[in-house]
């Protein structure tokens, strides 16, 4: 450590095989959790989320769809309004997201962001996205874009999740559903089958080991500081 003066070399430590691949694989179904961005009647970010969530169930998943009618803007409900305590619950239990969102003026949708909004980075001491995988995916009125799932990626990012390196968008999604909303066959349909593969392979691969793998140098550091200085304060 001679050349890492800055470091604490308690604090510092070496990642290893042994450390990321010690647990047991925990026996329960991968639990994932869906969110979607529109209150159409006929909405196809809810459609495909809906087909996602079939595919899902096949590959051996426990899935939730969250519906988003009712939930308050942000910050103007407190967070025991129902729909915001749902969706938290919801976050908490989830083990890996699905986000889906129309393209609205280039962007993901109001109802969208809404969610993750009121999705916090910690509630007391638990995180309750951090080191959860994500998949995001986004439907399109016209030509194919990718604008929204970049800009959910950095949301994801900024959750501390880790997104999945596949994504879908769905271009002219109206031309993609028969008169029972069930999805036409397409190469469209086979790329959410790949992101739905991914995703459960991603979450059964970090799930059990996501504190280790989130553990942080900074934040070991902070800990030990904190704690030096309260056993070291004189008597009050």
Not at 5 to 16: K, R
Not at 161 to 184: G, W
């Amino acid at each position: 450590m001679h050349n890492l003066p800055n470091i604490n070399p308690a604090l510092l430590q070496q990642p290893d095989n042994a450390q990321v691949f010690a647990d047991k694989p925990s026996a329960h179904k991968p639990r994932i959790l869906l969110l979607y961005g529109s209150l159409r009647q006929r909405s196809f970010s809810r459609l495909v989320t809906e087909e996602a969530a079939r595919l899902l169930d096949a590959m051996g998943a426990e899935i939730c769809i969250f519906n988003p009618a009712g939930l308050p803007l942000p910050d103007s409900e407190d967070v025991s309004h129902p729909k915001v305590a749902e969706l938290r619950e919801l976050v908490e239990w989830c083990e890996g997201m699905v986000w889906c969102s129309p393209e609205r003026h280039g962007a993901m949708t109001g109802i969208m962001k809404t969610q993750i909004d009121w999705i916090p980075l910690s509630l007391g001491a638990v995180r309750p996205t951090q080191g959860k995988t994500l998949a995001v995916m986004q439907v399109c009125g016209g030509s194919q874009s990718f604008n929204t799932v970049n800009q959910m990626r950095v949301l994801g990012r900024w959750m501390r999740m880790l997104t999945i390196p596949n994504q879908s968008s769905v271009a002219k999604a109206y031309q993609e559903f028969d008169d029972s909303d069930r999805m036409k066959p397409s190469p469209y349909y086979d790329r959410i089958v790949d992101v739905m593969e991914e995703l459960v392979k991603f979450t059964l691969l970090v799930r059990d080991r996501s504190d280790y793998l989130v553990n942080r140098y900074s934040e070991r550091k902070e800990s030990a500081e904190a704690v030096a200085s309260r056993v070291n304060q004189g008597t009050i």
